[in-house]
C-alpha cells in the first residue's frame, strides 16, 4: 500500500506560480510511474503530465506543457509539480496518481484545490 498526501494548493492570480507536493508513505516510490492529474467542476479528471520511476522521462499534456514541470525525489519519497504563467482554466483539484505494475497496484491522493483568479 501507498499513501500519497497532496499539498501545496491555493489561490493564485493569473501569471502567477505555485508549486504542489506529493508525499508518498508505506512504500517507496522509485519503481512506480508517477502522475499529476487535475479535475475541474463538471469535467472529468484528466492526465496532465507523468514522470518515470527513474525520472529521466516525463510526459506533458499540451494545455500544460512549457509552464508546468514535473520532478520527483525518490530519496524524500516526495513527487512535485511546479506551475508557472497560471491561467483561469488551471482551476482544478489536482491530485497525484502511483502506478504499479499492476492495476491493483495504483493509488490516488486525495488532491490539493489550485484556483486561478484575480
Known amino acids: 500500500q501507498v499513501q500519497l498526501v497532496e499539498s501545496g494548493g491555493g489561490l493564485v492570480q493569473p501569471g502567477g506560480s505555485l508549486n504542489l507536493s506529493c508525499a508518498a508513505s508505506?512504500?517507496?516510490?522509485?519503481?512506480?510511474?508517477m502522475g499529476w492529474f487535475r479535475q475541474a467542476p463538471g469535467k472529468e479528471r484528466d492526465l496532465i503530465g507523468d514522470?518515470?520511476?527513474?525520472?529521466?522521462?516525463?510526459y506533458y499534456a499540451d494545455s500544460v506543457r512549457g509552464r508546468f514541470t514535473i520532478s520527483r525525489d525518490n530519496t524524500k519519497n516526495i513527487l512535485y509539480l511546479q506551475m508557472t504563467s497560471l491561467k483561469p482554466e488551471d482551476t482544478a483539484i489536482y491530485y497525484c496518481r502511483a502506478a504499479g505494475s499492476s492495476a491493483e497496484d495504483s493509488y490516488w491522493g486525495q488532491g490539493t484545490q489550485v484556483t486561478v483568479s484575480s
Open positions: 508505506g512504500r517507496n516510490i522509485a519503481t512506480y510511474h
Open positions: 514522470i518515470t520511476g527513474s525520472g529521466q522521462s516525463t
